[in-house]
């Protein structure tokens, strides 16, 4: 086949696996023996089975090797970690062919190559005619129009070439693609095939024939059409070996024409190659008006007549340095996992093996660097290079023929042009891709910056589907409306380059539509358009509305995301015509309290769980004011999830509202504690210990104010008795507050005088609040109930040092000492840490507003699983909070709908047995005590809890889950989990699919 040779040159050694002898576990003289004796009396080994080696005491501690030494020192250099260079090499082994597959797909593509050769000829006829076509195949193109001038005959290719990622030992599993081009005879082509898609159309009959004779060889178990990349006007032929081997690899057949067929100065993309008057139909007009130009168009060209030239590049600078390889391997896998490789105009694993040959070239990258290295220089390069903005070229010739980096920037979104200076091998990648791929590139680079111990799973180990990386997604459904889109839009231009694919025609202006409009709700808007499927040589190619769902992500900024004001220009600034323009009938005049008056656009929300929505009322609103895309083709997936913490039906509140009422009047009343006059001791803190102040309570309470008519008055007791012949009053949760008070000597030092003493204190405060602040008041020996705006306080008064007292236990000899009891555990927790706990997390929703949802519905998740007896609240508040303080690879969730799936994800994919969970509340501890803790958590890992939680608080006990969960419910949760979240997902992503997300991932198992 040619340049098979070159692929066995091209291949690492591989030797056998290392295996890494067991350090002797005894050491004295007894252990020795011990040892010695075991050995003697067990059976001999079995034949194969590896077993430890007894190493002298001279080879125990014998100087280390020049081959050792030149491993650490390596280590130490390439990696910033032995452990990172052990978990890149075993994920290369694991990504990597192995030499076996190797042999046996090199056998199949000599196979290829002999039946290739083989095929028969066919005699020229017209370009229109095919009635020479067998009826079991048809043409893997669209053929509109159908006319076109030009003839066809079918020759055995001039040359069969294994081309890409295989030769060059980049390629990873588990999808290995085998890219091998078929150069035409001339005697095909002719000088204009370039012009009216001539070439594309040759180039498909040219498949289909070779089509219908490798279907009848009994080798292929399966012979097949795609899309090359996504493109339609590119088909490639896949040839599957038949048998055991079918899944092993997929060979992609691709014609391209003779080197140097196509002149590169007519393909510049300045210049027109379809003609209007033929794509339109219509006659050519004689106003002598120039043709638009179609860069895309002369791109998909291009591509063909520089397969070889780009792998002959590429070998040269990969084939001497396996750290490059690895570089190359590495980043693809990290592009795999963000999906940024999918579908049409991802950002390929062939275009980060380019990128690494132009850092080469600029000496950003060297050939000696390792794998990990490569991995960090190209991210950062990507991180802080906008190629939308600043292109870049790997040629370095100064010919004043060749086309200037501004007419690409002109012409395409993302600019990167390849050693010829002729061909943009970015021409695909939208800008709104490229941006997708730098903000993942930042994030990852301040990752690994980090040093994170979890930083190269989290890195390369953790994949990020959209629904789970962005807050809001929507799906355009049916793509056929997007042709509407472009006839309003005015994008003829655009459909003639794409070749009447309306859906890459409307894209670009979509987004921008979409990014002008969100403004500053929005971080980052992305898109995914999946592969369009492989199909049956005997079906015709799938139409453009039938390539799947256009899905859109939103990434939102907290902090503009519930504004229900666009504030426009001033009414007599020029801008306000464009501003109108714009929102159309939504904008309108506006006197402000400044006394401005400007144009403005008010968004209807009443709600929290509505003004998060807004965004779904801009897309829709634009979509069909500029794109005559209707609302009924926009599936906005934005709060789904919010029908489950919602309290009563007739309101579409998600309890926001009042958490916040319970929160300022918990505010108000810690005001009027402070401000009490005559109690002994001053109060020296008021601390909420509350899931509602700390607003993570499912279902909050509302204010109730008691109707007295449905009572009867006990004057004697100064209480209400509920009538008989009323409704049942309504519950009202107590929502409890420890009331800090001042220390002082004249404190007794036995517990039980201490207890009569708060005792006291309650009556007294009771006393004081009804006094002062006409507050309705319950005092108890424990705690004072206050009835405050319809809310109900617990107030608990706390002294400062008695769990202190509780903890003191006295010896028969008299000797005092300090010991945990049980008592001193509960009040400690229940008047220090969990107040300090509630703080906290009070702080965290200040910061994340969406930290509040996300809580709740875990909780609701997890209670509807009949497992909430098992955890704590404040445990599960703690996972929730984690999402927000670690969200690494992700960004902090902005709607709860993504933070809940983040959840689900977390509980069923964290280690629970060999690691705790750092909840780095206000970020207090530092990387060395974590690590710290790491350690002293695997020495006492047996005296701990089935689930560890670290906070700064709590950093060796792990309070909130020393009473469960058991480690049955931990692993029922984790099932659980697992089994929830891809079927939700599925449901999310799928705008088809049943609207009831309440549905049980089992028939024994209910999701919510």
């Known amino acids: 086949m040619g340049p098979a040779p070159a692929g066995e040159q091209l291949r690492g050694a591989t030797g056998e696996p290392e295996v890494m002898e067991p350090a002797l576990e005894g050491t004295g003289k007894e252990g020795k023996k011990a040892s010695s004796r075991k050995r003697t009396l067990a059976e001999p080994p079995a034949k194969g089975l590896l077993q430890p080696v007894k190493l002298s005491r001279a080879e125990l501690y014998k100087e280390p090797t020049n081959e050792e030494l030149n491993r ?18 075993e994920l290369l082994k694991e990504v990597r062919l192995s030499e076996k597959k190797k042999d046996r797909i090199d056998a199949f593509l000599r196979e290829v190559n002999q039946r290739v050769v083989r095929v028969p000829s066919v005699p020229e006829t017209e370009l229109t005619d095919q009635a020479w076509l067998p009826a079991g195949v048809r043409v893997p193109l669209h053929q509109v129009p159908y006319a076109v001038k030009g003839c066809f005959r079918f020759l055995p290719p001039a040359q069969v070439t294994v081309v890409g990622s295989y030769l060059l030992g980049t390629c990873i599993r588990p999808d290995i693609n085998v890219d091998v081009a078929l150069t035409m005879p001339r005697e095909i082509l002719q000088d204009k095939d370039g012009l009216n898609q001539r070439y594309f159309r040759k180039r498909a009959l040219y498949l289909a024939h070779l089509a219908h004779h490798l279907a009848q060889d009994p080798l292929f178990g399966s ?13 490639s032929l896949l040839l599957r070996p038949r048998g055991k081997d079918e899944r092993l690899v997929t060979v992609r057949l691709h014609p391209c024409p003779p080197p140097d067929f196509f002149r590169p100065c007519r393909l510049l993309p300045t210049k027109n190659n379809v003609r209007s008057a033929w794509y339109r139909g219509q006659s050519p007009a004689g106003d002598g008006s120039p043709e638009p130009p179609t860069p895309r168009y002369n791109t998909w060209v291009l591509q063909d007549t520089v397969l070889e030239s780009h792998l002959q590049l590429l070998s040269t600078i990969l084939s001497s340095a396996q750290g490059l390889k690895d570089g190359v391997a590495l980043l693809k896998v990290w592009l795999r996992q963000r999906e940024l490789d999918k579908g049409h105009g991802g950002f390929t694993g062939f275009l980060v093996s380019m990128l690494v040959v132009f850092l080469v070239s600029t000496r950003k990258i060297h050939t000696t660097m390792s794998g990990y290295q490569v991995l960090r220089s190209v991210l950062q390069f990507l991180a802080t290079t906008d190629l939308t903005v600043n292109g870049i070229s790997l040629c370095l010739s100064s010919d004043p023929s060749l086309p200037a980096l501004a007419d690409f920037h002109q012409a395409f979104s993302v600019v990167f042009l390849d050693s010829s200076g002729h061909l943009n091998l970015c021409a695909d990648v939208t800008a709104s891709t490229y941006h997708q791929v730098q903000h993942e590139a930042r994030l990852s680079m301040m990752l690994l910056d980090s040093r994170a111990d979890d930083g190269f799973h989290l890195l390369l180990m953790t994949p990020k589907p959209m629904i789970r990386a962005f807050d809001h997604v929507l799906h355009l459904r049916p793509l056929s409306h997007l042709q509407a889109a472009c006839h309003r839009l005015k994008l003829w231009p655009e459909l003639q380059d794409n070749g009447g694919d309306y859906v890459s025609a409307a894209l670009g202006p979509l987004t921008t539509l979409l990014e002008q409009g969100l403004g500053a709700r929005l971080n980052l808007l992305a898109h995914s358009r999946p592969p369009v499927p492989e199909w049956d040589i005997s079906q015709d190619p799938p139409k453009h ?7 859109l992500g939103l990434l939102l900024r907290p902090e503009g995301l519930t504004s229900v004001l666009e504030l426009g220009p001033e009414a007599d600034q020029p801008e306000a015509a464009k501003f109108r323009q714009f929102w159309g009938s939504r904008s309108e005049l506006r006197r402000f309290q400044d006394g401005a008056i400007r144009e403005a656009v008010v968004w209807e929300a009443a709600s929290m769980s509505q003004k998060r929505l807004i965004p779904h009322q801009v897309v829709t609103h634009l979509l069909a004011l500029h794109a005559d895309i209707p609302e009924t083709c926009v599936h906005y997936v934005g709060a789904p999830l919010d029908a489950l913490i919602q309290g009563l039906k007739e309101t579409s509140s998600t309890g926001e509202e009042a958490l916040v009422a319970a929160v300022r009047c918990y505010d108000d009343l810690s005001r009027l504690l402070w401000g009490l006059e005559g109690l002994p001791l001053t109060v020296s803190a008021v601390q909420g210990a509350h899931p509602v102040l700390r607003y993570t309570e499912v279902f909050p309470p509302t204010p109730v104010r008691p109707a007295f008519s449905f009572y009867e008055p006990l004057r004697e007791r100064s209480s209400l008795l509920p ?35 708060r005792a006291a204190f309650q009556l007294r405060l009771a006393e004081l609040l009804t006094q002062q602040h006409g507050l309705q008041c319950r005092a108890t020996a424990t705690h004072t109930d206050v009835l405050k705006d319809g809310f109900v306080f617990r107030i608990r008064v706390a002294y400062q040092r008695e769990p202190q007292i509780l903890k003191e236990v006295q010896s028969p000899e008299g000797m005092i000492s300090l010991r945990d009891t049980a008592a001193s555990l509960r009040l400690e927790r229940d008047t220090r840490q969990l107040p300090l706990l509630t703080s906290a997390l009070h702080g965290l929703q200040q910061q994340h507003p969406a930290f509040s949802g996300v809580a709740r519905l875990a909780k609701r998740w997890v209670r509807a699983q009949l497992l909430g007896e098992g955890f704590a609240d404040e445990s599960l508040d703690l996972v929730a909070a984690a999402l927000f303080l670690h969200p690494e690879p992700f960004t902090p969730p902005s709607s709860p709908q993504v933070g809940f799936l983040r959840f689900l994800f977390l509980v069923s994919t964290f280690d629970w047995k060999n690691n705790p969970l750092f909840v780095n509340l206000n970020n207090e501890l530092t990387v060395e005590e974590q690590v710290e803790i790491r350690s002293g958590f695997l020495a006492a890992r047996a005296q701990l809890p089935v689930m560890v939680i670290v906070t700064p608080q709590d950093r060796k006990n792990s309070v909130w889950t020393q009473d469960g969960p058991s480690a049955q419910i931990l692993q029922q949760l984790v099932v659980l989990a697992a089994e929830a979240l891809p079927m939700l997902e599925k449901q999310l992503m799928d705008p088809r699919g049943p609207g009831d997300i309440r549905m049980g991932p089992s028939e024994n198992v209910a999701l919510l």
């Not at 650490?72 to 090499?89: A, D, Y």
């Not at 899309?227 to 088909?235: D, E, I, M, Q, R």
């Open 72 to 89: 650490l020192r390596e280590t130490e250099i390439l990696f910033h970690s032995s452990l990172l260079r052990l978990q890149v090499e």
């Open 723 to 757: 009538r008989l012949d009323k409704p049942c009053p309504a519950y009202v949760e107590p929502m409890t507050v420890v009331c800090h008070l001042e220390g002082s000597g004249q404190w007794p030092q036995d517990a039980e005088a201490v207890q009569r003493v």
């Open 223 to 235: 012979v097949c059409f795609s899309y090359t990349n996504g493109c339609h006007l590119k088909p």
């Open 545 to 551: 509305k039938d390539s799947g769902t256009l899905t």
